[in-house]
Nanobody, 119 residues
Framework: QVQLVESGGGLVQPGESLTLSCAAS????????MSWYRQAPGKGRELVAD????????NYADFVEGRFTISRDNAKNTVYLQMNSLKPDDTAEYYC????????????WGQGTQVTVSS
C-alpha cells in the first residue's frame, strides 16, 4: 500500500521559513517524479514545484519567485520543500504527489499539511 505522509506545516509570521517533508512508502521512490501542490480556501489545487527522479531536475511555479526549494533524498524516500520569505498568500493546504515516470495512472497523493502565514 502506497503512503505519502506530509509533515512540517504550521503557523508562521510573514517573512519566516518552513520546511515541509513528505515520506513515501510502498513504492519504488526513485521511479517517481515528486511534486508539491497547494490549495487555498475557495481555490483550486495548484502546482508549487516538482523534482524528477534522475538528475534532480526541478520546476517551480511562477509565484515561487525563488523563495522555495524542492529537494529529494532517494535513500530516505523523502521529498522536501524549503519555503523562505513566506507571505500570507502562501497560506494553503500543501499536498505531496508522486507520479510514475512511465505510467501516469500510478499517481498518489498525501493527506496534506496546513501552512498558515499570518501576523
Amino acid at each position: 500500500q502506497v503512503q505519502l505522509v506530509e509533515s512540517g506545516g504550521g503557523l508562521v509570521q510573514p517573512g519566516e521559513s518552513l520546511t515541509l517533508s513528505c515520506a513515501a512508502s510502498g513504492l519504488t521512490f526513485s521511479q517517481y517524479t515528486m511534486s508539491w501542490y497547494r490549495q487555498a480556501p475557495g481555490k483550486g489545487r495548484e502546482l508549487v514545484a516538482d523534482i524528477f527522479p534522475f538528475g534532480g531536475r526541478t520546476n517551480y511555479a511562477d509565484f515561487v519567485e525563488g523563495r522555495f526549494t524542492i529537494s529529494r533524498d532517494n535513500a530516505k524516500n523523502t521529498v522536501y520543500l524549503q519555503m523562505n520569505s513566506l507571505k500570507p498568500d502562501d497560506t494553503a493546504e500543501y499536498y505531496c504527489n508522486a507520479i510514475h515516470v512511465r505510467t501516469i495512472r500510478l499517481t498518489y497523493w498525501g493527506q496534506g499539511t496546513q501552512v498558515t502565514v499570518s501576523s
